[in-house]
């Protein structure tokens, strides 16, 4: 199965990982962040998850036509080619957005890894913010070959993980869910979690990041499968996480770390504790790797003032990233969660995906109806396609 998922998948694959890896951060792994966007809103968690993520698709393969297109790999230069002719106003106000947010999910990021690591391990806290910046650091020096083979190593380990934790939980606690779906609570409302749920996906549409994994992905056929497989990989997993913890609904809602709380009232143990540990700062680890290289890109651009980049300007500006997002990292993990995550959802609406969902529904239909051959030709003419 696994081989011909590769076969089929491709480098499709590999980039579609690069967005899981991305999205399952240590907000995802503890279970704070489905709390905030679905379980705090009762019984529409049912849904509301598929819904983002099948939001966060639509975008996710947009974005990969209009980067084949136009060779855009960084989000600098994708937002100077998609905002044209009004790059010189809003390609500014995005790269500030996307500085701002990508400095937000990575001091998340640190305020978890580090504290989790030191209750796993029993070294000091500030021993483990090192091993967890210097292993950030290391695996984004390396170029996108590493980072996307980094991301498939951690996917790998987060699925099998995510299935046996959620699956075995949320088997042992049908009748949890079932009462929560029965009594059918919606203490906000409709508009609220729907609105919520398009935040959700909104935060998520990490230009940077899957621009600069992106020169992989040659034709509308890999990019629709890059989709389709980050569809399944997050949407399906998303929900899984949502159901397990809905199912002890509302007592879970003022826990800092809800997967831990689900396991000591379900199945798992000390066994379960210790996955859910591993997890949380596996996934706080890809996150970092993904975000830190998308934005170290930029970085990197603006030190060697565009011209051509070494591992020196490379190491330089990860360090210089790392460090800004550690002292973000000091307001806590709920803080940056709640506000800063909706902060970047809400910001994101406007500059992203609006344009992006107008640009692919209504002025994509050349090129996204090209077959190989003929979009290999658009590539070399540049056509001009406007957002």
């Known amino acids: 199965m696994v081989i011909v998922l590769k076969k089929w998948g491709g480098p499709a694959l590999a980039v579609a990982m690069v967005w899981f890896t991305t999205h399952f951060g240590g907000g995802f792994a503890s279970g704070r962040q489905i709390v905030e966007f679905y379980v705090q809103f009762g019984w529409y968690a049912v849904f509301f998850p598929l819904v983002a993520q099948a ?43 996307y500085l701002a947010g990508m400095f937000i999910v990575t001091a ?13 391990s029993g070294l000091p806290y500030v021993s ?26 951690f996917a790998a380990v987060i699925v099998v993980g995510l299935l046996i ?92 770390v809800p997967t831990l709380y689900m396991v000591e009232h379900g199945v798992g143990g000390n066994l379960g504790k210790l996955l859910v540990s ?3 700062i596996i996934g706080a680890l890809s996150t970092a790797v993904n975000v830190v290289y998308g934005a170290t890109k930029r970085l990197v ?40 995550y909706n902060l970047m959802g809400y910001t994101t609406i406007p500059l992203v995906v609006m344009p992006f969902l107008y640009w692919g529904i209504r002025h994509s239909n050349r090129s996204l109806s090209l077959n190989d051959r003929q979009l290999d030709v658009v590539v070399k003419g540049q056509p001009s396609i406007r957002c």
């Open 301 to 340: 651009l603006i030190l060697t003032k565009g011209k051509a980049t070494d591992r020196k300007s490379n190491m330089l500006a990860s360090a210089l990233y790392v460090a800004i997002s550690w002292g973000l990292a000091l307001f806590g993990l709920i803080p940056l969660v709640s506000k800063g």
């Open 278 to 280: 591993l997890l949380i």
């Open 128 to 153: 483990c913010a090192v091993i967890s910046a210097a292993t950030v650091f290391l695996l984004t020096i390396y170029g996108s070959e590493v980072v996307r083979s980094a991301a498939n190593a």
């Open 55 to 97: 939001i966060t698709a639509l975008i996710f393969y947009y974005l990969l036509c209009f980067t084949i297109v136009y060779k855009t790999y960084d989000y600098a230069s994708w937002a100077h080619k998609f905002y044209h002719p009004y790059d010189k106003v809003l390609a500014p106000i995005y790269e500030i957005r």
């Open 108 to 120: 998340v990021v640190f305020a978890t890894a580090a504290a989790t690591l030191a209750k796993l």
């Open 165 to 256: 934790l959620y699956g075995s939980n949320i088997l042992a606690n049908l009748d949890g869910i079932a009462g929560v779906l029965a009594a059918r609570p919606a203490p906000r409302g409709f508009w609220l979690p729907f609105w919520e749920a398009v935040s959700y996906a909104s935060y998520q549409a990490g230009v940077g990041t899957w621009c600069a994994v992106a020169e992989v992905i040659k034709t509308k056929e890999e990019a629709k499968r890059a989709a389709i497989l980050g569809f399944l990989a997050n949407g399906v997993l998303l929900q899984l996480a949502t159901l397990g913890i809905l199912g002890h609904y509302p007592q879970i809602l003022e826990e800092v």
